[in-house]
């Protein structure tokens, strides 16, 4: 009996040692998920040519912006890392704004500038 007491409180104290492990705070930003679905988002746009549909993603990929734009960073990166994600977030509302104006035949070459955008920043800021 005292053997099986004995390594109870064993494996309850190392329970204790290498249980879960601590959550994040609450409202902060798993920055690598977010970008994962942004990455799913871009896609999307990519493989769509349905003005309506990439209009959905669009409005999809900048809510996922404006969340990683209040994601944490390296240290000494945060001040860097926000302008690049006001400026990506800035980019997102001007091709939001001309599709919803109708301008819709230059959609290809605002998207391809909004990738090079993407593309600039995403080599800085790598999750």
């Known amino acids: 009996m005292r053997i099986q007491a004995l390594l109870l409180s064993a494996t309850l104290g190392l329970g204790g040692c290498f249980g879960a492990p601590e959550s994040a705070p609450e409202g902060a930003i798993d920055l690598q998920q977010t970008m994962k679905a942004m990455g799913r988002e871009w896609k999307a746009i990519n493989g769509s040519e349905d003005p309506l549909v990439v209009a959905n993603h669009l409005a999809t990929l900048h809510q996922l912006a404006s969340d990683a734009s209040r994601a944490m960073v390296r240290k000494g990166a945060q001040p860097e890392y926000e302008a690049a ?27 391809e500038a909004l990738d090079a955008l993407r593309k600039q920043h995403h080599r800085s800021f790598k999750p």
């Open 85 to 111: 994600m006001n400026e990506f977030l800035e980019a997102v509302t001007q091709v939001q704004a001309a599709m919803a104006s109708g301008e819709v035949e230059d959609l290809t070459s605002q998207l």
